[in-house]
């Protein structure tokens, strides 16, 4: 099986089913907390870098199929930024994800054709968008608001 239809695989399953690390996200059992102890900011920071992601992979295929870019500069920005929301998920207590972008940085010097990295590109941004579904109703957007006005009189 290749890189790209594992890939594909596991967001197919995270489409109809909550993944693993989503359920455990407010799990303080497991260690995902902050110097707090609250998951707050870990959540709030997977919420932040999986649309921060998104974007910037949507940003790269526009520019792949929108210009004369060469394929080496895309692909170099492409493991970079695998590289750069890789550790940025980590830290969020993300670990499913993590292994998945570190693989996809991984894959990144195997890419020949600009196809190829159109397909990855495709995938890395279904599945930010699709994590991002399944983290956004956690969070109290509502409260935090309340708190802020509270705060800001």
Do not use: C
């Given at each position: 099986?290749?890189f790209i239809e594992k890939f594909l695989?596991?967001?197919?399953?995270?489409?109809?089913?909550?993944?693993?690390?989503?359920?455990?996200?407010?799990?303080?059992?497991?260690?995902?907390?902050?110097?707090?102890?609250?998951?707050?900011?870990?959540t709030l920071y997977a919420w932040e870098?999986?649309?921060?992601?998104?974007?910037a992979f949507l940003t790269i295929r526009?520019?792949?199929?929108?210009?004369?870019?060469?394929?080496?500069?895309?692909?170099?920005?492409?493991?970079?930024?695998?590289?750069?929301?890789?550790?940025?998920?980590?830290?969020?207590?993300?670990?499913?994800?993590?292994?998945?972008?570190?693989?996809?940085?991984?894959?990144?010097?195997?890419?020949?054709?600009?196809?190829?990295?159109?397909?990855?590109?495709?995938?890395?941004?279904?599945?930010?968008?699709?994590?991002?579904?399944?983290?956004?109703?956690?969070?109290?957007?509502?409260?935090?608001?309340?708190?802020?006005?509270?705060?800001?009189?």
């Amino acid at each position: 099986m290749s890189f790209i239809e594992k890939f594909l695989s596991i967001r197919e399953q995270m489409w109809a089913k909550k993944p693993r690390e989503i359920e455990e996200a407010l799990d303080k059992s497991k260690g995902h907390t902050d110097s707090w102890a609250s998951s707050f900011f870990p959540t709030l920071y997977a919420w932040e870098e999986t649309v921060a992601s998104r974007n910037a992979f949507l940003t790269i295929r526009q520019t792949l199929l929108h210009s004369e870019a060469d394929l080496g500069t895309l692909k170099a920005l492409t493991k970079n930024l695998l590289d750069l929301y890789g550790s940025y998920l980590a830290m969020t207590n993300l670990r499913d994800t993590t292994r998945l972008f570190r693989g996809a940085a991984e894959e990144v010097p195997r890419i020949r054709t600009k196809a190829e990295l159109q397909e990855l590109l495709e995938e890395l941004i279904r599945y930010s968008g699709r994590l991002h579904y399944w983290i956004e109703p956690i969070m109290p957007w509502e409260k935090i608001i309340e708190a802020f006005e509270a705060a800001t009189g």
